[in-house]
């Protein structure tokens, strides 16, 4: 082995791959700030779009001041593309069907062609989602704001306020978060000039993974497999002993409790009290949330393991009829608007991302 091979060369530790305007995540205080403003003042309060135009500004000219109506259009435009989502495509993971189809998309570095991104998960995942319950897809309504008209495609039905008000507050908590894995790779590909398409397929692809944006999915697998509170320390501390992960736990900055989880906690109480997803659900989620606490702490005690932001999106997704297997594709309606953001950062700064890698294999023989 090479004499390096248990430390980076000095210099390398915690290098700073990007500077960035766009958010910080600050892991000790459990505080996040979105372009100067606290995810506690925006989530509940702000509509998506309007979180569009917070994370756009100065990247992109042109940039209208209410976007409702350019993202209406958008959705609009990219329904087409819905007619290639034959049997074969269907049959996949609603996330890899929905990056297929955005792999049709144009490669392009305008806000037409972010615009379209943004619009894109938006549209084909309600299409997906009804394609795979054997229904037919329900085209936008250009006129709606952009969370109502995902809920309408999704359901065919007009979302009350509540609902709403969920799915915004959801895809504005979600939209950015420092340099995570999914952004990282979207700022890498966005570094190589490659296009905001190519960026954004980078980044639906790390999103992806259990460990990054697949979770909530499996946090609905744990609810339901511990079925009643009485079962809850039982049904984790075996989980544990096999070695097992609680999804909707740990994170790889904060060390104290994922503020998104609270700002996800208000609008999954407010769904509940208005008949979507049911009080005995949320208080059922409570007592699991509880338990996994309090046996974490004992399990990791050099660990602080707190609750994260996929705990509570998995209860608001489900109370908002979403499917568990199409959970990633609403984290990617989101987030595709802090990937967008970055790589137009990343392409104003104008350097290819390199990191320099620690070689730590055998040196080279000499010839005999
Ligand atoms: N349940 C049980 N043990 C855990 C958990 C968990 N949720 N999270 C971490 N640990 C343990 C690990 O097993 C490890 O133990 P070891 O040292 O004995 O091997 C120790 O804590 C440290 O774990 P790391 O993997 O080093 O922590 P890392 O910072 O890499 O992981 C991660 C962060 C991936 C989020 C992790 O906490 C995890 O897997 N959580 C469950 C999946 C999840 O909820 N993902 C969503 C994250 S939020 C997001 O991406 C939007």
Same mark, same amino acid.
């Given at each position: ?65 209410? $976007?409702? %109506?350019?993202?209406? =259009? !958008? +959705? ?10 034959? &049997?074969? /495509? *269907? ?87 420092? $340099?995570? %894995?999914?952004?990282? =790779? !979207? +700022? ?10 190519? &960026?954004? /397929? *980078? ?110 999106? *998995? ?54």
């Amino acid at each position: 082995m090479n004499a390096h091979a248990s430390a980076p060369p000095e210099g390398l530790e915690g290098v700073v791959a990007a500077r960035t305007v766009l958010s910080e995540v600050d892991g000790q205080a459990g505080r996040l700030i979105i372009r100067g403003r606290s995810l506690d003042d925006l989530a509940g309060t702000t509509r998506f779009e309007d979180l569009v135009s917070l994370l756009f500004e100065g990247f992109f000219e042109d940039l209208p001041t209410d $976007l409702t %109506a350019a993202l209406g =259009a !958008a +959705r609009a435009e990219v329904f087409a593309e819905v007619t290639h989502l034959d &049997a074969d /495509l *269907a049959a996949h993971e609603p996330v890899e069907a929905v990056r297929a189809l955005m792999a049709r998309l144009a490669d392009g570095d305008d806000l037409a062609t972010a615009l379209r991104l943004i619009a894109a998960p938006a549209v084909f995942t309600p299409a997906v989602i009804r394609i795979q319950a054997g229904q037919r897809p329900v085209a936008p309504g250009p006129a709606l704001p952009h969370a109502a008209d995902i809920l309408r495609m999704l359901t065919g039905v007009a979302p009350g306020a509540a609902q709403i008000a969920g799915l915004d507050a959801y895809l504005v908590t979600v939209s950015d978060h420092g $340099l995570n %894995a999914s952004t990282f =790779a !979207a +700022r890498v590909v966005a570094s190589t000039r490659a296009g905001l398409t190519s &960026a954004v /397929l *980078a980044g639906i692809s790390a999103l992806k993974g259990p460990l990054h944006g697949g979770a909530p999915g499996p946090v609905i697998e744990m609810l339901d497999g511990i079925g009643s509170p009485d079962n809850a320390r039982a049904w984790i501390e075996a989980a544990l002993a096999r070695g097992e992960r609680l999804m909707g736990f740990g994170h790889r900055i904060y060390r104290v409790r994922d503020p998104r989880a609270d700002a996800l906690k208000g609008p999954v109480r407010a769904l509940a009290a208005s008949g979507g997803g049911g009080a005995g659900r949320v208080a059922f989620a409570e007592a699991v949330e509880a338990a996994a606490l309090d046996i974490l702490k004992t399990h990791k005690p050099d660990r602080p393991l707190d609750t994260n932001v996929e705990f509570y999106t *998995a209860l608001l997704l489900e109370a908002l009829d979403f499917p568990p297997s199409a959970f990633t594709c609403v984290f990617a309606m989101g987030r595709v608007a802090g990937w967008l953001a970055h790589a137009r950062e990343q392409l104003a700064g104008g350097r290819l991302v390199r990191p320099q890698s620690v070689y730590v294999g055998p040196e080279p023989r000499k010839a005999a």
